[in-house]
């Protein structure tokens, strides 16, 4: 079937096994006019592999508007265009986003192909009880705005899932064991679909541990799924906060993040933070 002209669709790629891709991808790639590609090299191959040989553009993080100019000519003129990433869903901790606003503000057709993500595969053999999810993606690297989103999220009575890098990941399930607790539980999924694919399911201080014993362990593409706080959790987090407004009204915000890391044994970055937030100057 021919696809409507001046649509913009949102296709998702496998995250590593390439069988994953649906049947309704591949006849979308095929048929549209153009293929905005992350990299195009390695969407040239990909692609190859399934006998697409439909044009490609290049669009990622460092020409997205320029190429999203480029892009917006195409579809006003009436063709079709595919927006694809590296691995998984445009727009989810990947580029696309700012395409798909720009096409949506002009009135363009935007329609999404859904497939593979690393979010609900893990999800789905987590185990955890149906309920709420947040799904953060990549948290800050420097530990001080990294503690003070980590400190926010602790009350949360909500499955927590996070995207890391190879490189980080040591230094992210320390942050998650000290700000959330060690004994939380933990499901790290490692290079999901791939070759090397690891489901692991344990505590965050347990996962330090893991980490630590192979190193192995600490290579590929992680996503994490924390488990969300308990009632109780929650209503240490509320008390904290009456701690701190009642410290505010009477101190400076130094001394009543000093006071209340010496009263709570919480961090200084995570409250100081949280102060920040509470005295309306975060």
Known sequence: MTQPAGTL????????????ISARALNT???????AAEDTRNSKAFLAHFGIRTPMTALHEHNE???????????KSGASVGLITDAGTPGISDPGAFLVDAALAAGLRVVPVPGPSAVTALLSVAGFAP???????????????????????RPLQATLVFYEAPHRIEACMSALARALGGERRVVIGRELTKLFETVHRTTLDGALEWLSSDPNHRRGEFVLAVEGAREDESADASSTDRLLLALLEKL??????????????????ALYERALQLSGRG
Do not use: C, M, Q, W
Request: proline content about 6%; hydrophobic content about 40%; aromatic content about 6%.
């Open 9 to 20: 669709f949102v296709v998702a790629t496998p995250i590593g096994h390439r069988e994953d």
């Open 29 to 35: 790639l095929k048929e549209v006019d153009l293929i």
């Open 65 to 75: 508007r320029s190429a999203t100019t480029h892009v917006l000519e195409k579809l």
């Open 131 to 153: 309920g709420p999810v947040l799904f953060y993606g990549f948290l800050p690297a420097k530990g001080g705005p990294r503690e003070g989103i980590l400190e926010r999220l």
């Open 252 to 269: 400076s915000l130094g001394d009543a993040v000093r006071v209340a890391v010496e009263a709570t044994g919480l961090g200084r970055n």
